[in-house]
């Protein structure tokens, strides 16, 4: 079993900063993939980011190139997601996921998930 805990969610201007936290336990893997995934009000839960476990291995939703960066620390079991320029319309709660998956966009790819953190971005 894996556990997930997310962490670093709140609120913030639009235009503003935040950076996600997520520590893995249990029997987590180094080699997992490792995701973000957002959820807002009445939709539907959505992939934003994705790592494999080489650096540099990383994987973006179109609508958050440029603003957002994963990265991981396989030593800590962390994975980060580095969250710039937000807009309204990123509010939602993110989770994290984990998984040896070879599928990295779909949610149910992911047989690992965290209890969520919300961030909130006021415009």
């Known amino acids: 079993q894996v556990q997930l805990i997310e962490s670093g969610g709140g609120l913030v201007q639009a235009g503003g900063s935040l950076r996600l936290s997520c520590a893995a336990s249990g029997r987590a893997s180094s080699t997992y993939i490792m995701g973000w995934f957002r959820q807002a009000p009445g939709k539907e839960r959505e992939f934003v980011a994705a790592?494999?476990?080489?650096?540099?291995?990383?994987y973006y939703a179109d609508f958050v190139k440029g603003r957002f960066a994963i990265s991981r620390d396989n030593a800590n079991n962390t994975v980060y997601l580095e969250m710039n320029s937000l807009k309204h319309e990123d509010t939602a709660v993110y989770y994290c996921?984990?998984?040896?998956?070879?599928?990295?966009?779909?949610?149910?790819?992911?047989?690992?998930w965290g209890q969520g953190t919300q961030v909130t971005v006021s415009s």
């Open positions: 996921a984990a998984g040896a998956t070879r599928t990295i966009y779909p949610a149910n790819s992911y047989p690992y």
């Open positions: 790592t494999g476990w080489t650096p540099g291995n990383t």
